[in-house]
């Protein structure tokens, strides 16, 4: 009875090993990642992405240790994750420029850009609480306004501003769910590029190549093959394993 007592009351280390948790994990993928541990680091911080916890940091720091390690497909991955999650981060645009080899970024079209000019600059939740707050406030000030008929000449003037963030916030959290979130997206992650083909097969035509970290749109699959489309619009069949998916 007392050896059964013991061992009920003893330390949690000396009856089994307790698994670290994600905050852990994390630290000791930076500390590998400082002693030039890519590789490890990489698979530490895969771990935290595991146990279900994700952050903008984590995939930058993801997309840092892969990149070192030479995996550019999977260093853009993860930098694309990282910038669903903080779109105006400027370390994290640098640095997909940089693994892109200098290349911009995808971006919307020009008109798109004039247009919603917030869409890729601040994340979709920051951008549909923005409207609502700029709703609120234009309701609020549209019934000060009758309250109190000394405040409708600066009313008026500070409803027609706020209206018209209310439109460019509004139109561009639309746009940015609609173009950039709903879409399925994907990474070109095989090293040396793939070959996208007229059919979904082998012995199908080739079509055109992608290099790897080249972000393709997705538009169905059939068996191992995706059906994508580049930003020019041309479409073709790649081999499923030769992506992976935002």
Not at 156 to 179: D, N
Request: aromatic share 8%.
């Amino acid at each position: 009875m007392l050896a059964l007592i013991a061992a009920v009351l003893a330390p949690r280390s000396l009856r089994a090993d307790v698994a670290p948790s994600p905050n852990t994990i994390f630290f000791h993928a930076n500390a590998l990642y400082g002693e030039d541990r890519y590789t490890d680091a990489a698979a530490e911080y895969e771990r935290v992405l595991a146990a279900g916890v994700e952050s903008g940091p984590l995939y930058f720091n993801l997309g840092n240790a892969y990149f070192k390690t030479g995996d550019i497909g999977r260093s853009v991955l993860a930098y694309e994750h990282a910038r669903r999650l903080m779109p105006a981060d400027p370390d994290l645009y640098a640095n997909l420029r940089f693994a892109r080899e200098g290349a911009e970024p995808d971006a919307p079209p020009l008109v798109a850009r004039i247009l919603f000019p917030l869409a890729t600059r601040l994340a979709s939740d920051t951008l549909l609480r923005l409207a609502s707050g700029l709703w609120m406030l234009v309701m609020l000030l549209a019934i000060a306004r009758r309250l109190v008929p000394a405040l409708d000449a600066v009313g008026r003037r500070t409803v027609v501003v706020a209206s018209a963030l209310l439109v460019v916030v509004a139109t561009s959290a639309a746009y940015r769910v609609l173009a950039i979130d709903l879409p399925s997206w994907a990474v070109v992650v095989a090293r040396q590029g793939a070959t996208v083909r007229f059919e979904p097969s082998e012995s199908g035509t080739a079509h055109f190549t992608v290099p790897t970290g080249a972000k393709l749109r997705v538009l169905s699959s059939r068996e191992q093959w995706s059906q994508v489309e580049r930003t020019d619009g041309t479409r073709g069949w790649i081999a499923a394993d030769a992506i992976a998916q935002l």
